[in-house]
């Protein structure tokens, strides 16, 4: 399990996240949901140590994440999929997991493989280079790249960004096997809410740099002033 308590990030004089406190228990989605600037990026990125919280703690299972070198987060089983993916378009797939293998605690060839049986897509496509990849694709490459670190952990921004909404359900199923069948834990970071509630087991609201609600993914979803007040969704 990951306790954040009291976090507070600030870039100069914005405030990003204000004494943000929430747990993401171990083999769950946690969906991170909100607005334009809610602070979602800031969360998943002083998670990972690439920026430096102003105050308050990030519990890894016993471990204090802050302080830690990014690399070190990653080391201990945390892998990040960036906003925007990350995926370098000048190299093929096959190269981008090979990069994605560096920090990784496993072994390259079978790592390979078992990305390969989770995205048959990309297994067909390993000379391909990932700037010509679908957007579907190019997120299933990020993810991939991530996971053959084998981490326990994988923390996601916006995966549906872009991409159309039988893509995004696509993915959002492969988010879900990956927790449901690996034990894989994941923050799930998403202004689509909907989607993300509907694979999510809790959510958390992120309102201006402060948590406007936690609860049971189900709960947030049926809470109509939530999502009139916070996630600007009719439906
Ligand atoms: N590098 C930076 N320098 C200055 N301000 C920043 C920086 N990164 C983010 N911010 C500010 O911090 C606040 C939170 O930004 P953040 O990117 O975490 O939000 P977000 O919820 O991910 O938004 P989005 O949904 O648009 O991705 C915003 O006000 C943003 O303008
Ligand atoms: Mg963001």
């Known amino acids: 399990m990951i306790r954040i308590s009291g976090l507070s990030v600030s870039y100069g004089a914005v405030r990003a996240l204000r004494d943000v406190s929430l747990d993401v228990p171990t083999g769950q989605i946690t969906a991170v949901i909100g607005a334009n600037g809610a602070g979602k990026t800031t969360l998943l990125r002083a998670i990972s140590s690439l920026v430096r919280p102003a105050g308050g703690s990030i519990d890894f299972d016993g471990t204090e994440l802050v302080g830690m070198r990014t690399e070190e987060v990653a080391r201990h089983g945390i892998g990040h999929v960036p906003e925007g993916r990350g995926v370098i378009e000048e190299f093929t ?11 990784g605690r496993g072994k390259l060839a079978a790592g390979l ?42 923390l996601l921004d916006e995966p549906s960004l872009g991409l159309a909404p039988i893509v995004t359900r696509d993915v959002m199923m492969t988010i879900r096997a990956l927790c449901v069948d690996r034990g894989l834990t994941v923050v799930l970071v998403e202004q689509n809410a909907m989607s993300a509630l509907q694979v999510a087991d809790r959510a958390v609201v992120l309102h201006l740099g402060v948590v406007a609600a936690d609860d049971r993914a189900e709960v947030v979803r049926a809470d109509e002033n939530l999502r009139h007040y916070y996630l600007g969704t009719a439906s």
């Open 93 to 103: 797939v096959l190269e981008n997991l090979r990069l994605g293998a560096l920090h």
């Open 113 to 154: 493989e078992t990305q390969f049986e989770l995205f048959p897509a990309l297994a067909s496509r390993r000379k391909q280079h990932a700037g010509t990849l679908s957007g579907g694709e190019r997120q299933m490459l990020a993810m991939a790249r991530a996971l053959i670190g084998e981490p326990s952990v994988l």
